[in-house]
Structures are given as C-alpha cells and as structure tokens.
C-alpha cells in the first residue's frame, strides 16, 4: 500500500487543522492507521492511532488527548488527523503509517509497515 499525507501548513496558535492520508494499492481496511510526528531536532513520536474498523479502538499520546481526533472513512480509503486548538509545540512533520497485522490500535512504531512521506505542520505563537 502507498500512503500520501497531505493538509499541512501554517497556522497560529488556536487554530485547526485537519491531516489526510490517502492510501492507494490496497484497501484501507486491512490496515491499522496511525499518525506520528518528528518535530525539528527530535525523535518521531506517536500522536494517534485507529482500529480497522474505525468503529473500534483509538488511541492517542496525552500530549494531543483531547485536542486532537483520528479517524478513516474505508470506503474513500482514507484516513484522517482533526488537529484542534493548535499549540506551537505541535509543529512538527507529521506521518501517516499502516499497519498490515494488527487489529486494534497500537502506539508502537515497530508495528507499522507502511509510511507515508510526512507533512509540515508549523505553529506560530
């Protein structure tokens, strides 16, 4: 599976965005999706992740519970990051990933197989 993130940019403090990440190859269904993000100078983090079904399981990093919410639309084979109430903190790239094994959402970054090219988020105060 191919997997292209997109909807990125500049944005103040406050703000939202909203992340997706289109797969193409195969469906979307029979991946675990997740979001990561590496801001400049660190390492790539876990923010989200969904279950297969969509119906099932999220899971997020406390540093964006709350604020931010993950979802998939299976039938438009596409996943999604809604990034609320923006905080310069989150700048970062953000990366979309699949999952071929698992069923339910999982933080662990060694699960997933499939990596999207990453798109910029930058956060001005």
Same mark, same amino acid.
């Given at each position: 599976?191919?997997? +292209?993130?997109?909807?990125?940019?500049?944005? +103040? &403090?406050?703000?939202?965005?909203?992340? %997706?990440?289109? &797969?193409?190859?195969?469906?979307?269904?029979?991946?675990?999706?997740?979001?990561?993000?590496?801001?400049?100078?660190?390492?790539?983090?876990?923010? &989200?992740?969904?279950?297969? %079904?969509?119906?099932?399981?999220?899971?997020?990093? *406390? $540093?964006?519970?709350?604020?931010?919410?993950? $979802?998939? *639309?299976?039938?438009?084979?596409?996943?999604?990051? +809604? @990034?609320?109430?923006?905080?310069?903190?989150?700048?970062?790239?953000?990366?979309?990933? &699949? *999952?071929?094994?698992?069923?339910?959402?999982? @933080? %662990?970054?060694?699960?997933?197989?499939?990596?999207? +090219?990453?798109?910029?988020?930058?956060?001005? %105060?």
């Amino acid at each position: 599976v191919q997997l +292209q993130a997109s909807g990125g940019g500049l944005v +103040q &403090a406050g703000a939202s965005l909203r992340l %997706s990440c289109a &797969a193409s190859g195969r469906t979307l269904s029979s991946y675990v999706m997740g979001w990561f993000r590496q801001a400049p100078g660190k390492e790539r983090e876990f923010v &989200a992740s969904i279950s297969r %079904s969509g119906g099932g399981s999220t899971y997020y990093a *406390d $540093s964006v519970k709350g604020r931010f919410t993950i $979802s998939r *639309d299976n039938a438009k084979n596409t996943a999604y990051l +809604q @990034m609320n109430s923006l905080k310069p903190e989150d700048t970062a790239v953000y990366y979309c990933a &699949a *999952d071929r094994n698992g069923r339910g959402a999982t @933080m %662990s970054e060694l699960k997933y197989d499939y990596w999207g +090219q990453g798109t910029l988020v930058t956060v001005s %105060s």
